[in-house]
């Protein structure tokens, strides 16, 4: 009896810990890997930041933003050390149970935001696959340049932004109200200290742009 009591009990539990991700973020950290592994466009903006990304063997590289740790895995094998930070503790959590069972020991996931990365090590190399777009969908372009600022006073030497940003035309219509402009991106960057080298256009609404100081 009392053994029913506590599987009941854990097992409510759980629902309950099920359901506070699903309001989060929609859905949970497993729906989101197999999203991202199923999403071509998804698939191509990786395959692309991990071609064009300078990053050095003994770098240390920022995934900021990082969610379940996918892009941060695979940077890690490119560099000496990867710190991931995210607001999404449960994401965290799953993201070092992933390295863990991958044996990946150069990865450390912990929390930290755009405006504050809680990293006190040097970084060479900012990262933000997918992540800065939430920024601007937050507050505008004020909240994105809060957002690079702030990744800004690392001093990283290159800053990587793979995400979701408008490349059509200007006047191009509401469909990207949410997401900021590549020009956007671009002069705030700038603004940060850092100069466009690359830019890979994945779709209309998708792309990589490394910017270098
Ligand atoms: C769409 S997911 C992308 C995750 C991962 N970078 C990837 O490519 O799969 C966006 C992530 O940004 C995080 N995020 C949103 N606002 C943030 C902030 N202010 N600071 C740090 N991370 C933030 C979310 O918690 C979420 O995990």
Not at 110 to 115: L, P, V, Y
Request: net charge negative; charged share 25%; aromatic share 8%.
């Amino acid at each position: 009896m009392i053994l029913e009591t506590l599987i009941l009990q854990h097992i409510l539990v759980a629902v309950l810990m099920a359901d506070t991700e699903r309001e989060y973020h929609g859905y949970t950290a497993m729906d989101y890997d197999a999203d991202c592994e199923a999403d071509e466009v998804y698939q191509r903006c990786l395959s692309a930041l991990l071609t064009h990304a300078p990053i050095d063997r003994d770098d240390t590289v920022l995934d900021i933003g990082t969610g379940t740790g996918i892009v941060a895995l695979e940077l890690a094998s490119k560099c000496e050390h990867v710190i991931g930070r995210d607001i999404y503790d449960e994401w965290l959590q799953y993201a070092r149970e992933k390295a863990t069972e991958r044996g990946i020991e150069n990865v450390s996931f912990d929390h930290g935001s755009f405006r504050e990365p809680n990293v006190d090590e040097p970084v060479d190399v900012v990262v933000a696959s997918y992540a800065l777009y939430m920024a601007y969908d937050e507050g505008g372009e004020d909240e994105l340049r809060a957002a690079i600022d702030g990744l800004a006073g690392l001093q990283p030497h290159c800053v990587v932004v793979a995400d979701k940003m408008c490349f059509g035309p200007t006047g191009t219509p509401s469909d990207y109200e949410t997401v900021p402009r590549m020009g956007t991106v671009a002069n705030l960057l700038a603004g940060a200290g850092f100069t466009l080298t690359d830019v890979e256009i994945i779709t209309e609404s998708v792309g990589v742009l490394i910017a270098t100081r």
